[in-house]
């Protein structure tokens, strides 16, 4: 039994698979709120599927690269339900999950939002199989004519003029493909792409 | 279960990845990591170095003070953990892994206030707290004055510094002198070579017009710019500066401050008792004029030992079992980390 969830974006993503199809699942777009999101989410889904967690023996998460305050959200939920749980955690990029869900029979690149006027971005080739390390790039560098999957291809049409779906990732195709044994594993660590901003130390300041 | 609940706490609010566990009072486990080091060269926190820190040292953490104190996890009531304030991103790694725990173990959450957390802990070294007690919270990151009736229901502002936090006076002061970051033990230990000369450094708030509208407030901003005056005129004069001396004289303005307006909350609200937390609560000269003034006023002052006056785990599961055992309602699985977190607002 398998749990998959996925933060990196703006969606909110959770699926359970029983090893030959999801059983549960649960979704919601919404950039600002992870942390409150993502555990209502798993207990959605595990309802959903009349699953509860000491039955699952195997969790995935989605290591980005995305927005570095969400896709830890993630990462930290999967790292510590494994840990007591005692079950494996591994990862998936979440380019790759994103593009599960891309049906074109051509080369293609998903392009999702990295803020700042930037796309994290990698190329696919027409059997959807990942060309390029995961990066961080202005949309013009990573510009493509063919089809584009992705937050990314919505928010900048110049680069990406044909935008397809999907927009987001969803856990479902995660688990799904870890579940078919087609996904690429990761150690569960964040793709942050970044170094840390250091530029400003936190104002320590009274709150009350 | 029901006196002695067994609880988990985790803390995240800045630079410390803390998981403690307790047991009612009986502290049997206090995980901490640390990444100040990596903040040092900085002279402050940087959020994202904090925040990425804690990712890391979440789970080894967790293994760790389940291994220290030898239970199951199954085995414990509740799982607490510091819902705010503090920095935004580093409060979510530790509410998201608190949720983990919990949802896999099927056990109720409590999102906790970081500053009631840090009066709670005293209950691990002095026992229960008293019907009523005085608060003074001192760290980088807080000065305040509170009122506690009851630290799971009733905590109520009386002041707090109006600019900078003590430790963080404390902290520029150190840097202005040259010494390393954080700088309240190493201006601490300066000051005990000090006081061969006594510089009349200000007292914030304490003139009879500030007394009528900031009795129980703070201000540390204007003892530093006097600090640096002095210590600037000193080197445009050529001449040495005395350390010792001004580690001494400004420990002891702020050391003055504090306990003046801690025996006087004290005598205002008639708490026969003042307990003193957070990271300068380990300030030696703050627990001597503490005491001696609070004795003056047959006043009892309670400060934990300094390991658990700075940030850990085991204040929010000291806070937790209290909630527990006083049969509190826990927290929804749609918890938010609130980086504002109002003091009166003990489980979120
Ligand atoms: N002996 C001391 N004398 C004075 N100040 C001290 C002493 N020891 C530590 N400090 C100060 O305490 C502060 C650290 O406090 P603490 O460990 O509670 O962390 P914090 O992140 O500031 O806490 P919070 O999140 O509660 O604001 C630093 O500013 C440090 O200089």
């Known amino acids: 039994m398998l749990l998959a969830f996925d933060t990196s974006t703006a969606a909110v993503t959770v699926a359970v698979h029983d090893g030959s199809s999801v059983v549960g699942s649960h979704a919601v777009v919404d950039p600002l709120r992870h942390g409150e999101l993502l555990a209502p989410g798993i207990v959605a889904a595990l309802d959903a599927a009349s699953v509860s967690p000491r039955q699952l023996t195997r969790i995935v998460v989605g290591v980005g690269p995305g927005p570095f305050t969400g896709l830890r959200v993630g990462i930290v939920t999967a790292r510590t339900m494994g840990a007591v749980l005692g079950v494996p955690v591994v990862g998936v990029c979440?380019?790759?999950?994103?593009?599960?869900?891309?049906?074109?029979?051509e080369p293609f690149v998903v392009a999702t939002d990295a803020r700042r006027k930037e796309v994290y971005w990698a190329r696919y080739d027409a059997s959807g199989t990942r060309l390029s390390e995961p990066a961080v790039a202005k949309p013009s560098t990573a510009?493509?004519?063919?089809?584009?999957?992705?937050?990314?291809?919505v928010l900048y049409p110049e680069s990406f003029p044909r935008a397809v779906a999907p927009e987001y990732p969803d856990a479902s195709d995660l688990a799904r493909l870890v579940g078919a044994?087609?996904?690429?594993?990761?150690?569960?660590?964040?793709?942050?792409?970044?170094?840390?901003?250091?530029?400003?130390?936190?104002?320590?300041?009274?709150?009350? | 279960m029901a006196d002695d609940p067994l609880v988990v706490g985790i803390e995240t609010s800045c630079d410390e990845t803390g998981v403690g566990i307790v047991q009612g009072n009986t502290l049997l486990a206090d995980a901490i990591a640390s990444s100040v080091e990596e903040h040092a060269r900085f002279g402050?926190?940087?959020?994202?170095?904090?925040?990425?820190?804690?990712?890391?040292?979440?789970v080894p953490m967790i293994e760790r003070a389940s291994a220290e104190a030898d239970v199951a996890l199954d085995d414990v009531d509740a799982i607490a953990v510091t819902a705010g304030p503090g920095l935004a991103g580093a409060l979510l790694v530790g509410v998201a892994a608190a949720k983990a725990l919990a949802l896999s173990l099927g056990?109720?959450?409590?999102?906790?206030?970081?500053?009631?957390?840090?009066?709670?802990?005293?209950?691990?070294?002095?026992?229960?707290?008293?019907?009523?007690?005085?608060?003074?919270?001192v760290s980088g990151g807080h000065s305040s004055l509170l009122l506690v009736d009851d630290v799971t229901a009733a905590v109520e502002p009386l002041g707090a510094t109006i600019d900078d936090a003590a430790g963080e006076a404390f902290d520029k002061v150190a840097r202005l002198l040259g010494l390393p970051f954080p700088g309240g033990p190493h201006i601490d230990n300066a000051a005990r070579e000090g006081g061969h000369i006594t510089l009349d450094f200000p007292r914030g708030l304490t003139s009879n017009r500030d007394l009528e509208r900031h009795?129980?407030?703070?201000?540390?901003?204007?003892?530093?710019?006097?600090?640096?005056?002095?210590?600037?005129?000193?080197?445009?004069?050529?001449?040495?500066?005395?350390?010792?001396?001004?580690?001494?004289s400004f420990q002891e303005a702020v050391c003055d401050v504090l306990t003046r307006k801690a025996?006087?909350?004290?005598?205002?609200?008639?708490?026969?008792?003042?307990?003193?937390?957070?990271?300068?609560?380990?300030?030696?000269?703050?627990?001597?004029?503490?005491?001696?003034?609070?004795?003056?006023?047959?006043?009892?002052?309670?400060?934990?030992?300094?390991?658990?006056c700075t940030d850990n785990g085991a204040m929010v599961a000291a806070l937790g079992s209290e909630l527990v055992r006083r049969g509190r309602e826990p927290s929804a699985w749609d918890l938010p980390a609130d980086s504002s977190m109002p003091v009166t607002t003990v489980v979120a």
């Not at chain 1, 510009?143 to 291809?153: Q, V």
């Not at chain 2, 600090?227 to 005129?233: F, G, I, K």
Request: with cysteine; aromatic share 4%.
């Open chain 1, 94 to 105: 979440s380019l790759d999950v994103v593009a599960v869900g891309v049906a074109v029979d």
């Open chain 2, 263 to 308: 025996v006087d909350a004290c005598r205002a609200t008639g708490a026969g008792h003042l307990v003193i937390g957070g990271g300068v609560a380990a300030n030696s000269r703050l627990r001597v004029l503490a005491e001696e003034r609070a004795a003056r006023h047959q006043i009892k002052v309670r400060v934990p030992r300094p390991a658990l």
């Open chain 1, 143 to 153: 510009a493509f004519d063919g089809p584009a999957a992705g937050r990314g291809a």
């Open chain 1, 181 to 208: 044994q087609r996904a690429r594993l990761l150690p569960p660590e964040p793709l942050y792409l970044r170094r840390p901003d250091v530029a400003a130390p936190a104002a320590r300041k009274s709150v009350l």
């Open chain 2, 107 to 137: 056990k109720p959450l409590y999102g906790v206030n970081h500053l009631s957390a840090h009066v709670a802990v005293d209950q691990l070294e002095h026992g229960p707290l008293p019907e009523r007690c005085v608060a003074l919270l």
């Open chain 2, 44 to 58: 402050g926190v940087v959020p994202e170095v904090a925040s990425r820190a804690h990712l890391e040292a979440m």
């Open chain 2, 215 to 248: 009795r129980f407030d703070f201000s540390f901003s204007g003892l530093k710019t006097a600090v640096a005056r002095w210590v600037e005129a000193r080197e445009q004069r050529g001449e040495p500066v005395p350390v010792a001396d001004v580690a001494a």
